[in-house]
């Protein structure tokens, strides 16, 4: 059974960093493209950074040039690096990863809350 377990999440003020962290119980995990999604309340769920086992990555465009997407496929692990956050990053944060075989086999973590206020 494939597990995505998250970390990292928490409350910070504007301005703050947060480092949100996946590990996946799977194998081949290079297989798989790993994700990062959100969710805020009343707002559909949205794509934030991706990321290739060869290391190609893609940012939302509200994102970009704040946060950092990285993976170590030895060691099976995503993570976001988020700076210079902002109240409008206040979302449910979750772990995806998607094979790029089998499209089907799609996985998500439980998700993890971040929280931007002062």
């Known amino acids: 059974q494939v597990q995505l377990e998250e970390s990292g999440g928490g409350l910070v003020q504007p301005g703050g960093s947060l480092r949100l962290s996946c590990a996946a119980s799977?194998?081949?995990?290079?297989?798989?493209?790993m994700n990062w999604y959100r969710q805020a309340p009343g707002k559909q769920r949205e794509l934030v950074a991706s990321i290739t086992s060869g290391g190609s990555k893609n940012y939302l465009d509200s994102v970009k040039g704040r946060f950092t997407i990285s993976r170590d496929n030895a060691r099976n692990t995503v993570s976001l690096q988020m700076n210079s956050l902002k109240p409008e990053d206040t979302a449910v944060y979750y772990c995806?990863?998607?094979?790029?075989?089998?499209?089907?086999?799609?996985?998500w973590g439980q998700g993890t809350q971040v929280t931007v206020s002062s």
């Open positions: 995806n990863m998607q094979n790029i075989v089998e499209p089907n086999l799609n996985y």
């Open positions: 799977i194998m081949f995990f290079g297989n798989y493209v």
